[in-house]
C-alpha cells in the first residue's frame, strides 16, 4: 500500500471513531491508461473533508459533488464507471482511452464498523496485512487476517458481487547506524514512499537524529530487527561500519523475510564478515542473501551518492529489474561511458552531523 491509502484507512477510522459517517470509495478496475492503481482509496465525511486520491483528476471533484449532493450511496455500495463515453474523457482529463471503475462504500459509526477499522489499522501498524471482504449489493463486510499481501478481487456469484481487499504494509527501510548516510536514506526513501526505520545502539548519534516521518529506537540491532524488521515488504541495510554493530544486525536480518539484506563495505570487508557470519553458525544459503558490497555499482562517492547506489538497488529489486540494470551498465561500459565499472574506492562518509568516519562501498 501507499502512505496516502493508509492514511485514508486511519482517518476513516476517526471519523466513525467521533460519530460521523463517511464513503470509502476504491478503484476496483482501470483500463487503458490510469494515473492510480486498482486498491487506490479516497474517503469523503458527511462534512465534505476528503483524504486520498482515485485519479489525481476531476474524477474525484465529480465523485464528491455527487456524494455531497446525497445523489449515490446512502445505504448500500455502488459501482460508478468513468471513461466510457468520449465526453466522459474530455470533462473529467482522463487519459486517452483510460476508464475506471469505482465502488463507492458508505460507512456508518455502527460497533461493527469501528471494530473492523480499528483491526485493519492495527494490523497495518504492526506491519501485518488485512483482508476486508465487502458485498457490494447488501454492503455486508468483514476483515480476517491475511497470510501476504494480494491483488485486490472481484467474485460474481448468485447473490452478486464481493469485493476483496488485502491491505499490507508500506514497504520499510529499516537502517542500521544513525550517520549521515543514514539520514540521505532515510529523506530519499520517505520520497519513494517507504516507512523509514532507524536503529542505534549509540544514543548520542539518535539524540541528534532529525529526519521527520522517521521512527528511531535506540536498541541492539538484532533485538530492533526481530521486533519491528521481520516481514518480506522490508529492505535491511547496515551502514554504521562498526562490524560489532553491523554484523549483529546481520546475524538476524539474514534469517528474517525481509526482501533485501545489504551491509557497506569494500570487497575485503565484505569477504571478511561473510566468514564472520559463517563462524557464527549461518548458513550458506543465508550468507548468499547478503548484498554487499551494497548498491548499484554507479561510483558513489559523498553520503548522497551513495544513498542514491543503494536505493536504486532496492528499486530494481522490488522492480525485479535487476538483469536489466546489470546489462544496461555493462553495455554503457563497453561503449566506454564508464558508469558502472569503475574501480573501487575508499567512500568518505560521516557517521553522523559533525562527526567523520571512513566508508569503504563497491563504486
Known amino acids: 500500500m501507499q502512505a496516502v491509502d493508509i492514511e485514508v484507512l486511519s482517518q476513516v477510522r476517526q471519523w466513525l471513531q467521533s460519530g460521523q459517517p463517511c464513503w470509502l470509495c476504491t478503484v476496483v478496475k482501470t483500463f487503458g491508461s490510469s494515473p492510480r492503481p ?3 482509496l479516497l474517503a469523503c465525511s458527511t462534512s465534505g473533508e476528503v483524504v ?15 456524494l455531497r449532493a446525497g445523489q449515490l450511496a446512502l445505504d448500500t455500495p455502488r459501482m460508478l464507471e468513468y471513461g466510457l463515453a468520449p465526453e466522459d474523457t474530455e470533462r473529467l482529463g482522463l487519459p486517452c482511452g483510460g476508464h475506471l471503475h469505482v465502488a463507492v462504500e458508505p460507512l456508518h459509526p455502527t460497533a461493527a464498523n469501528l471494530e473492523q477499522f480499528d483491526t485493519v489499522c492495527a494490523e497495518l501498524e504492526a506491519r501485518h496485512s488485512v483482508s476486508r471482504r465487502v458485498h457490494l449489493g447488501t454492503g455486508a463486510s468483514a476483515v480476517s487476517a491475511a497470510a501476504h499481501f494480494a491483488a485486490l478481487q472481484l467474485d460474481e456469484d448468485e447473490t452478486g458481487t464481493t469485493l476483496t481487499q488485502t491491505y499490507g504494509p508500506r514497504h520499510q ?9 543514514a539520514y540521505y ?20 548519534l539518535l539524540e541528534r537524529w532529525a529526519v521527520p516521518g522517521t521512527r528511531s529506537f535506540a536498541m541492539m540491532p538484532d533485538d530492533a530487527i526481530r521486533a519491528y524488521g521481520n ?6 541495510v547496515t551502514v554504521t561500519h562498526d562490524p560489532r ?14 526482501f533485501y539484506v545489504g551491509a557497506m563495505g569494500s570487497e575485503k570487508t565484505s569477504a571478511n564478515r561473510r566468514l564472520r557470519l559463517q563462524a557464527l553458525d ?6 548468499a542473501r547478503l548484498r554487499a558490497p551494497v548498491g548499484l555499482p554507479i561510483g558513489s562517492k559523498t553520503p548522497p551518492e551513495i544513498a542514491i547506489a543503494i536505493l536504486a538497488e532496492i528499486t530494481a529489486v522490488l522492480k525485479q529489474a535487476e538483469s536489466r540494470v546489470a546489462a544496461r551498465l555493462a553495455g554503457t561500459a563497453s561503449q566506454g561511458g564508464g558508469a558502472g565499472t569503475a574501480s573501487q574506492g575508499e567512500q568518505a562518509a560521516t557517521a553522523s552531523r559533525g562527526e567523520q568516519a571512513s566508508r569503504t562501498v563497491r563504486a
Not at 486520498?52 to 455527487?66: A, F, M, N, T, Y
Open 52 to 66: 486520498g486520491s482515485l485519479s489525481g483528476g476531476c474524477v474525484e471533484d465529480d465523485l464528491l459533488d455527487r
Open 282 to 287: 549461518l548458513t550458506p544459503a543465508e550468507i
Open 231 to 236: 516481514d518480506s515488504r522490508t529492505a535491511i
Open 38 to 40: 486498482v486498491g487506490s
Open 185 to 204: 536514506l532515510a529523506q530519499m526513501a520517505q520520497a519513494l514512499d517507504f516507512q523509514v526505520t532507524i536503529c542505534d545502539p549509540r544514543e548520542h
Open 245 to 258: 554493530i553491523d554484523d549483529m544486525g546481520l546475524m538476524e536480518a539474514l534469517k528474517t523475510e525481509a
Open 173 to 181: 527501510l529499516f537502517v542500521v547506524g544513525g550517520g549521515m548516510i
